[in-house]
């Protein structure tokens, strides 16, 4: 008997753990149904921008990190034009490139919005991750809008921030 209730209890344990989340990219298929042939046309205005983003926080000391959820939202905020992103590179805290989100052109109707998740469980990227967007808009449209959303929940805690692009080109 006492055989049978302790494989019954390995059994549970077994079942119930839960694997580890997969960090994948949730828009991969997004992103290939939003492709565009961009000819280079001089129409477009063309400008770069950066985003940090925080995969990990200081915790108490220097020694000790908290890890997070990050998303960059990527907001078309032309109510009336389509734009263009070309470019989406994600990079550690020590300026390294870790990964291109599209190899083609995408575009965003407007007032629409796509985002980049960073999954808690991918560190990489470090306390001091950024994003480098590059992007085409029609001439008198806004540029587009990149924020950075951190956070993550403990038990009853949370824990949550914001950052804004700014420009480099």
């Known amino acids: 008997m006492k055989l049978a209730i302790t494989f019954l209890f390995c059994s549970l344990l077994l079942f119930n753990c839960e694997s580890p989340t997969k ?14 042939n ?3 046309l001089d129409s477009l205005n063309s400008g770069k921008s950066y ?16 890890n997070l959820t990050a ?7 032309s109510d009336k034009d389509t734009i263009y992103l070309t470019k989406a590179a994600y990079y550690d805290t020590h300026g390294k490139l870790l990964k ?3 190899n083609k052109p995408i575009y965003l109707a407007p007032l629409e919005t796509t985002e980049i998740i960073i ?10 991750s950024n994003f480098i967007f590059e992007w085409k808009t029609p001439k008198n449209s806004p540029e ?16 949550s921030f914001i950052t804004q692009s700014i420009r480099i080109e």
Request: proline share 3%; net charge negative.
């Open 119 to 128: 999954d808690e469980l991918s560190v990489e990227g470090g306390t001091g």
């Open 144 to 159: 587009p809008y990149f924020e950075g959303v951190m956070n993550s929940t403990m038990g009853k805690q949370g824990l």
């Open 71 to 77: 998303m960059a939202s990527l907001r078309n905020i």
């Open 51 to 66: 985003l940090s983003i925080y995969s990990q926080i200081y915790s108490i000391s220097q020694h000790r990190t908290h």
């Open 38 to 40: 961009l000819p280079l």
């Open 23 to 36: 960090t994948e990219d949730i828009h991969e298929e997004n992103w290939n149904k939003r492709q565009v």
């Open 100 to 102: 291109t989100y599209f």
